[in-house]
């Protein structure tokens, strides 16, 4: 095993801000817009992301000022992993903090940061900016996607 495997022997607590970082798989899933459901409490994620979403690359526009031009904008941490049940099964922070490996087509399995795209496991060419999309109708927007059968965790 390489010393740059961090995710394999670091726990999601030990990892650096860098790590933390790079552990991310770009599927920008966390970009979504999401709804709670006040009667139930269940958390509906839809096919609307944040103005702020490069819906090419899966990027932020604005990483770093992110919570100051969307305050309501995720940040979460190792302990916050495992309260976030909206994290899709192939996300590599919930992966990690329940002990399994990353998938194939994680850029650091694969070194290629587009083999997320091919995979089918990014919101590429599947979500709309919330700047088009009227605040009453984010509602009609919850979707629940099925993840490809063939890719492999």
């Given at each position: 095993m390489s010393d740059d495997a961090f995710w394999k022997t670091k726990s999601l607590d030990e990892l650096t801000k860098a790590e933390w970082e790079a552990?991310?798989?770009?599927?920008?899933?966390?970009c979504r817009l999401k709804?709670?459901?006040?009667?139930?409490g269940r958390i509906g994620c839809t096919s609307v992301v944040c103005h702020l979403l490069d819906q090419d690359t899966c990027r932020c526009l604005d990483y770093a000022a992110r919570h100051v031009?969307?305050?309501?904008?995720?940040?979460?941490?190792?302990?916050?992993?495992?309260?976030?049940?909206?994290?899709?099964?192939?996300?590599?922070?919930?992966?990690?903090?329940?002990?399994?490996?990353?998938?194939?087509?994680?850029?650091?399995?694969?070194?290629?940061?587009?083999?997320?795209?091919?995979?089918?496991m990014s919101v590429r060419g599947r979500v709309m900016s919330e700047a088009y999309v009227h605040p009453a109708d984010v509602e009609n927007r919850i979707v629940h996607w099925i993840e490809p059968k063939d890719r492999k965790r």
């Open positions: 552990l991310c798989d770009g599927c920008a899933q966390c709804l709670e459901d006040v009667d139930t031009r969307v305050p309501d904008c995720i940040e979460f941490d190792a302990a916050a992993v495992e309260q976030l049940g909206w994290l899709p099964d192939t996300c590599a922070y919930r992966l990690r903090a329940e002990g399994r490996e990353l998938p194939e087509w994680h850029h650091l399995v694969c070194g290629d940061r587009d083999a997320v795209h091919r995979a089918g």
